[in-house]
């Protein structure tokens, strides 16, 4: 099982980014019948849940993102999504992906002020 993240990068403050997350398609069952997250670890914090999406498309978010970031899926492609808009310095951290136990590797976002 392989979880693969991409997307991060280098962005003003105000900007976005579209992470996403391919799972493997020996995953592909997991992905469609069990929830998906997304968490974040920022330089000396633990880390922490952003967004979680269930297997019915039923979705939560950390209150620090609630109405800026989305996550989504897309079942055909086995890819999970997770839109940042209007983002902070605060929102600078690694972001992972994550579902049936498994992590992707991580990808670096970083907002500049």
């Known amino acids: 099982v392989q979880l693969q993240a991409c997307g991060g990068g280098l962005v003003h403050a105000g900007g976005s980014l579209r992470l996403s997350c391919v799972v493997s398609?020996?995953?592909?069952?997991?992905?469609?019948?069990?929830?998906m997250n997304w968490y974040r670890q920022a330089p000396g914090n633990d880390r922490e849940l952003v967004a979680t999406?269930?297997?019915?498309?039923?979705?939560d978010y950390a209150d620090s993102v609630k109405g800026r970031f989305t996550i989504s899926k897309d079942v055909v492609k086995n890819t999970l999504f997770l839109q940042m808009n209007s983002l902070k310095p605060e929102d600078t951290a690694v972001y992972y992906c994550?579902?049936?136990?498994?992590w992707g590797q991580g990808t670096l976002v970083t907002v500049s002020s």
């Open positions: 398609e020996n995953a592909k069952i997991f992905f469609q019948f069990e929830a």
């Open positions: 994550n579902g049936h136990g498994h």
């Open positions: 999406i269930s297997n019915r498309g039923v979705t």
